[in-house]
């Protein structure tokens, strides 16, 4: 009975809160067309102009203009006290979390946290370097130890490279493994699948 009740929370769990995002999107866009007149308010209207202004600016800043509009835009926002150091640790974690030809958060590894008999999924994220290497003893690099279910938030320290082990499994394969509190391990049939290695 108990195997059952697990399975069938395995296949409506997911799918709820996939329909629950869904539906807090929607109602939550479709709230921007309130400033509209009533005849355009669309179910749903709100999604799809979010989708066509988010893909418009990807195709606008891909050409030359685009790209010093972009360049224009970062530089006054970054000239604005207070709001330029958010938009700017911000953006940083943005480019690196979605940019497909950056070098971080490219390599999976293991540390231990939080005490030595512990392993820990870990990112490298950059590799000591500058005033921080002259007062570390050895090659140390930078980690990400994300937390879980939620792997935006989590804690950075650098690490000796030598106490650190390096996994051959994709970002998006940890991610997953850690989100799912280890239940999709990096060698499960849903890991293996999602791996676009």
Known sequence: MKKYLLTGLLVWVPLGITIWVLKLTISTMDQSLLLL?????????????????????GLLTRNVFGQRLLGYWDS????????????????????????????????????????????SLAFQTSVAAGEIASHMDGEYVGVFIPTTPSPVNGFYFYVRKADTIELDI???VALKSIISMGVVAPNSPAALNSDPK
């Open 76 to 119: 006054l926002l970054q000239r604005i006290p207070f709001v330029n150091s958010i938009y700017k640790s911000v953006k940083q974690v943005s480019d690196t979390l979605l940019s497909s030809d950056g070098n971080s958060f490219r390599k999976v590894l293991l540390v231990r946290y939080p005490h030595p008999e512990a392993w």
């Open 170 to 172: 994709s970002v998006d």
């Open 37 to 57: 007149p009533e005849a355009w308010r669309i179910h749903g209207l709100g999604v799809i102009l979010t989708v066509a202004i988010v893909l418009g600016t």
